[in-house]
């Protein structure tokens, strides 16, 4: 359910990025750039994807522990379960959202929300695909109060659209709101890497938790706030961009001679290294001051990769609808076909001569099996006409992805 509603709520988030993006044009004042904005809004998608397969997690053994061991019977027809549980959960999102940030195996989740080095609506939509794999248990105390599984879905989804709107550089400080609420100017705080930001404001929509656990600063002006990482992605390969903690804090693991370090440090805080790993590897020293990621891309190859993302993300919107009644042998493909086109973007953005081959092959791969099969991943047959758009649209992308992109630098596969 909660996918459908996100589904549906995607034209109201697209319209206000339009608006934000407008405002920002007019005032000259923390303006969008293209690259970055597609980057986050692909890993969006691609979260949204993922957790077709890994909502088992999320809401399965939520269902479960609350059938088998609740303590309660909570009813969701009483307003007080919903407020209190909106609160509850709010509370132990908290959490979650603290231990993220605390601990490398949940960091390496939830990295991806923090790696875009600006700071606007796409960058609410940037989210990890695989944060479901441990998350669901901070969640468990619901269930263990008998909170009702329906209750839970849209308290977790009212939390979650909450947060949408303070990701952003356009809305400056509301006075007592900043004070209760988590705000735009709270938020941009939590998103900093400078040493007085770093680590604070965890809240979702109550910054209270904050001000009780003493993680709450205020947002100043003789500080501006430079947003990213501590180490910084400079990629715009979303699959990168999913794994790239999990293989740093791993490869640590191995290089290390002592087993209690190789099983502690993935609950150990980011940065933490065991000590012969970290004298003979050490790590890079971190440049608040470094230049924004900004590969040099030419117009023509960025409207190349704005259709194609465009074109993804329509059917992505149609994988979603579908994906949840149909059968596992028809959604893997659908699902791997688009994470490619995502993945394959990216790297066109980065300018890297192997991701050309790699889009040429996508391309021919779809037309191959809308031609051959008439249908759309064995979901559904492709009258004439279709297939005829379809081939037609396959056809016109190989010819632009040669024409504009013949002259792309040799160099290597990013990650």
């Keep these: 359910m909660q996918e459908k ?8 988030f697209f319209l206000l990025i339009a608006i934000e993006f407008i405002v920002a044009r007019r005032r000259q004042r923390h303006l969008y750039r293209i690259n970055d904005a597609i980057n986050s809004l692909s890993l969006g998608v691609m979260s949204q994807v993922t957790g077709v397969f890994l909502k088992v997690l999320a809401v399965g053994i939520y269902a ?18 919903w407020i209190s549980g909106l609160l509850l959960y709010d509370f132990l999102y908290y959490w979650l959202h603290r231990m993220g940030h605390e601990t490398n195996l949940l960091w390496a989740a939830h990295v991806v ?41 849209i308290v977790a989804l009212i939390d979650l659209l909450y ?19 988590v705000s735009p100017s709270n938020h941009r705080v939590h998103h900093g890497v400078n040493d007085l930001y770093l680590d604070k404001n965890y809240g979702g929509i109550l910054i209270l938790w904050d001000r009780l656990f003493g993680t709450f600063i205020e947002e100043q002006d003789a500080h501006p706030v430079v947003f990213g990482t501590r180490s ?38 980011p940065g933490w290294r065991p000590a012969d790993v970290a004298a003979t590897a050490p790590a890079k020293s971190f440049d608040i001051q470094r230049p924004e990621y900004n590969p040099p891309l030419s117009a023509a190859a960025l409207w190349y990769c704005i259709v194609q993302f465009t074109i993804i993300l329509q059917v992505a919107t149609h994988f979603l609808t579908v994906a949840p009644t149909a059968n596992a042998a028809h959604t893997v493909p659908y699902a791997i076909w ?7 973007v990216g790297g066109l953005m980065e300018q890297k001569p192997w991701y050309r081959g790699l889009e040429a092959v996508r391309l021919l791969a779809t037309l191959a099996m809308v031609l051959v099969s008439a249908s759309w991943f064995q979901l559904f047959a492709l009258p004439l006409l279709a297939q005829a758009v379809i081939a037609a649209a396959g056809m016109a992308s190989l010819i632009a992805l040669g024409l504009i992109f013949k002259n792309t630098r040799h160099g290597h596969l990013s990650h």
């Design 5 to 12: 509603i996100i589904t549906f709520a995607s034209p109201v």
């Design 163 to 181: 947060q949408f709107w303070i990701h952003t550089e356009q809305i400056d400080k509301l006075g007592w709101f900043d004070r209760v609420f």
């Design 232 to 269: 910084p992605l400079r990629s715009w390969n979303p699959l990168w961009a999913n794994l790239e903690v999990y293989k740093a804090v791993a490869a640590d693991a191995w290089r290390t001679r002592s087993w209690r370090d190789k099983c502690r440090i993935w609950l150990m805080p």
């Design 113 to 153: 929300h923090h790696q875009s080095e600006a700071y606007n609506l796409t960058t609410a939509l940037r989210q990890t695909s695989t944060g479901a794999l441990f998350g669901w248990i901070f969640y468990l105390p619901l269930a263990l109060l008998g909170y009702p599984v329906q209750v839970f879905i």
């Design 64 to 81: 479960w522990v609350a059938q088998h061991f609740a303590i309660f019977n909570l009813s969701g027809d009483s307003w007080w379960v």
């Design 338 to 344: 688009l994470v490619a086109g995502l993945w394959t």
